[in-house]
């Protein structure tokens, strides 16, 4: 189960709206569209997002408004504004609202990438465990700088298990993140992470499993 990055964007600009999320689909980000403040209230209400666009200018609750009633209500989602609204004291009220980083329209997409790759990075740093590395944004596990073979169901796996150290993970922890859960698939997962990272992985029975310290 690849766990995408989950976006949601603002816009209510037919044409633009398009294009980003054509662009931000090809690089590989879950994308949510909506069109007003409202629709953002109601969504963020029933998902979890890791990243918000939001345009300001937009109908019913503008983008300011909705962005500050999410952070009144404790949510600290990085935002990014993207708007056309170019002059310092936009750009400041923007920042007063809350937001992260504040794009002017027109923009260059490859410059929003790099941005919202930035942002995110920050957001999820790298894990390490002795000569392992999980790059959590990138999806990717290294042992000796050197990928390795993990299906994505494992990387999940093991990541609870490295954000877990030294604790037991309940096996019902493990089965929210499997097609098939079940105690004999869970013990095969955790068989193939032993053999192909070398980790000392130690089981309580009936209950779960426990990555040791080093």
């Not at 030294?166 to 993140?177: E, L, P």
């Given at each position: ?76 989602t990085p935002t990014f504004f ?18 992260d980083d504040y794009i002017k ?110």
């Amino acid at each position: 189960m690849n766990k995408k990055i989950k976006i949601l964007l603002l816009e209510d600009d037919t044409i633009l709206a398009q294009t980003m999320v054509q662009i931000l689909e090809q690089e590989d980000y879950d994308i949510t569209l909506v069109n007003d403040g409202e629709e953002v209230m109601e969504y963020t209400y029933e998902n979890r997002y890791d990243l918000y666009l939001f345009d300001i200018n937009v109908p019913l609750l503008n983008g300011k408004e909705a962005l500050k009633l999410l952070r009144d209500a404790q949510d600290n989602t990085p935002t990014f504004f993207i708007t056309a609204l170019r002059d310092t004291n936009s750009i400041l009220d923007g920042f007063d609202s809350g937001c992260d980083d504040y794009i002017k329209k027109p923009f260059d997409l490859d410059e929003l990438l790099a941005r919202i790759k930035a942002v995110l990075k920050r957001r999820n740093p790298v894990l390490e465990y002795g000569d392992i590395t999980f790059d959590l944004l990138e999806n990717r596990v290294l042992k000796q700088n050197e990928e390795v073979a993990l299906g994505n169901v494992e990387k999940e796996i093991f990541s609870l298990l490295i954000k877990n150290i030294n604790m037991t993970v309940n096996k019902t922890t493990f089965f929210d993140y499997m097609n098939k859960p079940s105690d004999s698939a869970l013990r095969v997962l955790i068989s193939k992470l032993k053999k192909v990272l070398d980790l000392n992985i130690t089981n309580t029975k009936g209950i779960g499993y426990k990555l040791e310290k080093l």
